[in-house]
T-cell receptor, first 119, second 113 residues
Framework: AQTVTQSQPEMSVQEAETVTLSCTYDTSESDYYLFWYKQPPSRQMILVIRQEAYKQQNATENRFSVNFQKAAKSFSLKISDSQLGDAAMYFCAYRSANAGGTSYGKLTFGQGTILTVHP | KAGVTQTPRYLIKTRGQQVTLSCSPISGHRSVSWYQQTPGQGLQFLFEYFSETQRNKGNFPGRFSGRQFSNSRSEMNVSTLELGDSALYLC????????????FGPGTRLTVT
């Protein structure tokens, strides 16, 4: 079974600064997807960024970028130029890309990191 | 496109009752997954439906069930409610051909008293 671990229960950052959230995962599969989701106080889960395991290039979405280290099974999220609206709970998630597998269609989430942005 | 919608948004039930939650996916999405979110257990996968078939099921008791209709709308049912079933229930949809991402609805907050 796959597991996802976020070792930082809470992080804080000053507005306009950069912060990195950590995530490690465990899997025996070679083809999978990794995601970062954001859940603000409204509880609406919002997709921030996705990474396909077969792609070596790190994904980037505006101020959000990842550092994907497949061999180390590490997937960190970097938020640049932090804004007050970035304050939320951030979840790292794993999804198998094996359409015939028993875990296909299932997202496995980490425990989340609460990000506080100070003005 | 309209996003994933869930009804009702809030629900209060009494222990022993049953409840049905509804989810309408993004137009064109045929896969619907359900998750339970609690402070203690975090986000846990309940089940996933694709084209009216349950493809995958999480580790929940048989009191939790679901179904999907021909228009891809999905319902989940919890029978004989327990206090521990109080949670935020999230529904997510994904396209048949995509990058594996799932798009979430706003959730249904269920409180069991």
């Amino acid at each position: 079974a796959q597991t996802v671990t976020q070792s930082q229960p809470e992080m804080s950052v000053q507005e306009a600064e950069t912060v990195t959230l950590s995530c490690t995962y465990d899997t025996s599969e070679s083809d999978y997807y990794l995601f970062w989701y954001k859940q603000p106080p409204s509880r609406q889960m919002i997709l921030v960024i996705r990474q396909e395991a077969y792609k070596q290039q790190n994904a980037t979405e505006n101020r959000f970028s990842v550092n994907f280290q497949k061999a180390a099974k590490s997937f960190s999220l970097k938020i640049s130029d932090s804004q007050l609206g970035d304050a939320a709970m951030y979840f790292c998630a794993y999804r198998s890309a094996n359409a015939g597998g028993t875990s296909y269609g299932k997202l496995t989430f980490g425990q989340g990191t609460i990000l506080t942005v100070h003005p | 496109k309209a996003g994933v919608t869930q009804t009702p948004r809030y629900l209060i039930k009494t222990r022993g009752q049953q409840v049905t939650l509804s989810c309408s996916p993004i137009s064109g999405h045929r896969s619907v997954s359900w998750y339970q979110q609690t402070p203690g257990q975090g986000l846990q996968f309940l089940f996933e439906y694709f084209s009216e078939t349950q493809r995958n099921k999480g580790n929940f008791p048989g009191r939790f069930s679901g179904r999907q209709f021909s228009n891809s709308r999905s319902e989940m049912n919890v029978s004989t409610l327990e206090l521990g079933d109080s949670a935020l229930y999230l529904c997510a949809s994904s396209p048949a051909r995509g990058g594996g991402e799932q798009y979430f609805g706003p959730g249904t907050r269920l409180t069991v008293t």
